[in-house]
């Protein structure tokens, strides 16, 4: 291959078993290493995180948002995801508890016997979630708390609902 001054490279890992599409990262990776800039295009948000220095959202033609993964995945409010499964009460009622307990949340969806929060990052929600199980006599099982990600960022800027192209 030459050396372009620019790479473009579309959905490079479509389509390719776990460990061919490891290789081809660190393919980039060393690429990226050895100064070739990479324009990667792709929908898969992981794939972005690991390897991008730089994202770009962009909808039907228009770039909506341009920065580092990091500073993406800060700037969005609601980004925490905090699943919550219990024993004991109906779901829909400790999903009330935590609601009244977890500061700043945005969204609670009870799911079968689990629970899914959306609350601020940096919210403090574990001992509030503590709190929330004990006001409604819930045995927690599991409490898992996800930090904001690209995904969460990109239907922020893009929206929920599904569309044609």
Known sequence: M????????????????PQSRLSVHDIITGLQTAGQTIMLITHDMAEADALADRIAIIDHGRLLTLDTPTRLKRSIRGGTVVTVTADGPDPAEL??????NVPATRDARPLGGTVMLTVDDGQ???????????????R????????????SVFIQFTGKELRES
Do not use: N, Y
């Open 124 to 138: 403090p929600v574990l001992p509030a979630v503590l709190a929330a199980a004990d006001a409604c006599h819930a």
């Open 2 to 17: 030459h050396q372009p001054e620019v790479l473009f490279l579309d959905e490079p890992t479509t389509g390719l078993d």
């Open 140 to 151: 927690l099982r599991e409490v898992r708390v996800d930090p904001p990600s690209l995904e």
């Open 95 to 100: 999903a009330a508890a935590l609601v009244a």
